[in-house]
């Protein structure tokens, strides 16, 4: 009953399905983030619907349950790196996580994206300050930020809103 703004978490994350598959991947890991919100299930929602339209059986071996921090990003590369059939990509649920992971890969001496390919999500700055740079995902925030406004706009104008949730697409 209260208008809400999001970003479309389970597209974006089929789309970084569809952009590593493309890259030639197969053997696609997954970092989740807390598995009781609604944005870390559309997220790990969205990796595994994309995996099953690339015809890639969802291995759950594959699935580091994270918590979208830097430390749950180096554990989960640890993981990764100790099974004995690695992934070739890790998707992870946002850019912390992915730093965690890049920065472990790189102690492991494992080149990133030449070994294994990482994703991130979210766009935070360092993500484009790090080497090599982090592929990620934008979350359009000014888009979200004006598209709220208006809402409140017609709300306080006393106008019933258009659409009572709006999901913006966000982009690798």
Known sequence: TIPSVIIDNFNADVASVEY????????IGFMTGLEDSDVGK??????????LLNQIDIDMDLVFRGNYSYEAG??????????SDRPTAIICANDSM???????????????????????????EVASQVT???TTVVA??????????????????????????IALTAEL
């Open 20 to 27: 590593i598959c493309s890259l030639g991947h197969k053997r």
């Open 42 to 51: 559309n997220r790990f929602a969205g990796y595994r619907h994309g995996l």
């Open 74 to 83: 180096i554990e989960g590369a640890d993981y990764f790196l100790g099974l």
């Open 98 to 124: 992915a730093l965690g992971a890049m920065r472990r890969l790189h102690q492991a001496d494992v080149k990133v994206p030449e070994q294994i390919s990482i994703i991130g999500f979210d766009d935070i």
């Open 132 to 134: 090599p740079p982090l």
């Open 140 to 165: 359009p925030v000014d888009d979200i930020a004006a598209t709220a406004f208006e809402i409140l706009e017609d709300l306080i104008s006393g106008k019933p809103p258009t659409s009572l949730h």
